[in-house]
């Protein structure tokens, strides 16, 4: 067998096992995308849905909903970096401090949430969050008129809950891999705990963060279940917009401007986040997605 044939046999077996993902990606993602992107030069229909045209007029209307991207731009990184902020010790812990023989115990328990449907835990948080939870105990105590349901804070604790393990878990396998004699080296040296974290374990470390932040992040400019049902309506985001103007004034042009719109926000932060990684750790490798 000739070198020629062996590597065109090669290249006929990675095809064949790369293309059912392949068509599985491109009948379910790439034909939506064309379709949504077609909706979104047409026109609305008197009936609602779409009717065929070539019109930008969908696009000029963006600042319409200027309230539901300010609040999913905003809301969003930050829901994502308070994420990194609890879930970097977390990590930190189960990787580096934990006892072996209850490691993946306690790992095992940073996933158990994700095991129960976000309905539900969202549901729990409204309760939590609502006049029959914190803020009946402090009125209790004399703290009084407090309203937590329904405001940007309840959407951020729902936020934090709902997507902790996925920011915990790169992080935590970043982390784990970390060449533990480099953190030896750096305390044989004369550094100080403090300045081995920040000089080898954090950098190290970045490409777990980065993964963790934009996965995140990406999956909170979608977001709808959360500022829907904590936020009370008062809180909007894109998702919110989204399923307004399909399911309820049919608008689908419209929809499908602000749907390709939020595509290119998303593509924009996983661009950034990777040159971000890159430019930080350096020549290490980096994986996003």
Do not use: H
């Amino acid at each position: 067998m000739t070198a020629t044939t062996t590597a065109r046999r090669k290249t006929l077996i990675t095809a064949a096992l790369m293309a059912p993902a392949a068509l599985w990606l491109f009948v379910f993602l790439v034909l939506p995308f064309i379709a949504m992107l077609v909706f979104a030069f047409g026109e609305r229909a008197p009936e609602g849905g779409y009717q065929p045209a070539f019109t930008l007029a969908q696009f000029a209307n963006l600042p319409s909903r200027a309230t539901a991207f300010w609040n999913t731009l905003i809301v969003a990184p930050l829901g994502a970096f308070v994420c990194l902020v609890v879930a970097y010790p977390v990590a930190y812990y189960l990787a580096l401090k934990a006892d072996r023989r209850y490691r993946l115990l306690l790992v095992s328990l940073v996933i158990v949430p994700f095991w129960t449907s976000l309905l539900v835990r969202t549901y729990a948080w409204m309760y939590i969050l609502g006049s029959r939870g914190i803020p009946n105990l402090l009125g209790m105590i004399g703290i009084e008129d407090l309203r937590l349901i329904n405001t940007p804070f309840a959407v951020l604790v729902g936020i934090v809950y709902g997507y902790l393990p996925l920011m915990i878990m790169p992080i935590y396998v970043s982390l784990e891999k970390l060449d533990r004699r480099l953190i030896d080296a750096s305390s044989d040296l004369g550094a100080k705990p403090i300045t081995t974290f920040f000089s080898v374990t954090l950098p190290l470390s970045l490409p777990g963060v980065m993964t963790g932040l934009a996965l995140v992040t990406i999956l909170l400019l979608g977001e709808y279940l959360i500022p829907q049902l904590l936020g009370g309506g008062k809180v909007f985001f894109i998702g919110n917009a989204l399923v307004d103007l399909f399911l309820q004034s049919r608008n689908w042009p419209f929809g499908s401007a602000i749907a390709v719109t939020l595509v290119v926000v998303v593509v924009i932060v996983l661009m950034v986040a990777m040159r971000i990684a890159y430019r930080v750790a350096g020549t290490r490798q980096v994986d996003l997605i």
